[in-house]
Each structure stands twice: as structure tokens, then as C-alpha cells.
């Protein structure tokens, strides 16, 4: 199974990386739908396409708005948003209102059952899970099984060792967990925004025993290859690397 990062930031991209934007071509998945997207045409693999939303912040949606041009000239089956009833009704409103984006792209926007969550059938046999998370809006993390390998994505939520979602992700081949902040901000500021820090995350993977970590939503506003410093992480978990625009990651 081959992961390809689109877009590794949060919040707006920088000179080294676009916003959330990760695909699996070979089944046509892609989670979230930042301004990495305008990377989707060169690697799209199928002929449908199921897009999973954490929320519904900018960072994470308004690659919906280059599918015209990632999908021109591809002829789709199928193209499915998955996501938060109510958030996708904002995005339908507002992010495609006829003032801002009068030419639609052509896709079903299907609502995930949050009451009763229940797998979403993929390509390849496969599934995909889905679980609350906790930040200001409220957001969703991911599950992917599929051809014999696991992978989560969790991002915009503060970690911790004992959160509910970490039950969600055990044992997972690659956990795509976001990192916003480094060890050196004030813990109270990553809980007020609803992000992460280095070591917090490391430990989530160490208790939740998946295979490899890979750090991503990285802070935009420290334009390095390393904003949060990977050596902290790999103290607690050692099988961790930081993700990057382009990159693919085969599991």
C-alpha cells in the first residue's frame, strides 16, 4: 500500500509544504482536501475518488475548490466527501456559494452517522473507520483497513496517552498523527487551540504500539525542514519520521 503526502502544514502552507492533503492512489483515498489537492492529478490512480474530512477548517477543505482542475480530463465513476453532516452543509453553502465559486465540481457530499458510527467500504476491500476527536469545532480521526494494512490519521486534537481515540488507532501499521508545536510552547497554548506538541504524540503511539509514526500538520510559521523537533519524538518512539510534501511512504 503506498501513502503519498500532498500537503504536510496546518493553518496556510509555506515555502516547504501545503496543507492537509494525503492520498492512497492505488484505492483512490484521499484525507482531508488542503491546498495540497493541486498535487492530486499527478497521482490519482482510479476511477473513483472518496475524500474523508476531519472538519471543515480552510486548511483542510479548500482543495475541494481545485478538483475542477485535479479531476479535468479524468473520467470518474464516483467522487464521494465523507465528513460531519453539518460541516459539509457549511462547505456547500458557504465554500461553494455561487459568490465565491459559481462552477461547482461535480461530487456527492455523503454525511457520516456520527450517532452510530459504522464502517465506510473502500476499494480494495477495504474500510474505513472513523472516531471523535477533540478541538474547537470538533474534529474527526480516521482508520484505514485495507489489503492486509492499517493506517489512522489523526490530526487537529491535543494528544494524549489516555484519550478516547487512542483505543481507535492500536496496533496500526502507520499512524499520521499531527504535531503542531514543539516541546518548547506552553502546554496550555497547544490545549487552547486544540493541537499537539512533539513528546505528547510520541507517547500515543508508544501506547497505542503502532508500527511507525509519521509527524505532520507541522507549524507553518516555522519555515524548516524540522519545526518540532524529531529527535524528541524518537527518544520516546524511535520508529518516527517527519512527513513531507511529495514524499511517499510504501506500508
Known sequence: MKLVMLGTTGYHPNDLRDTACYALPEIGVV?????GMHRLRSVLATDTLDIFLSHAHLDHVVGLTFLLGALYDKEMKRVTVHGDGRKLAAIREHLFSAELFPVAPTFEMRPLDLQNPRPIEVPGDGQVTYFPLEHPGGSLGFRLDAAGRSLAYVTDTTARRDAPYVDKIGGVDVLL????????????????TGHSQTTPVAEVARAAKVGRLVLTHLNPAINDVDPVGLAAAQKVFPNTELAEDGKSLEF
Open 31 to 35: 484525507f482531508d482536501a488542503g491546498t
Open 177 to 192: 498523527h499531527e504535531c503542531y508545536f514543539g516541546d518548547d510552547m506552553p502546554a496550555e497554548f497547544a490545549e487552547k
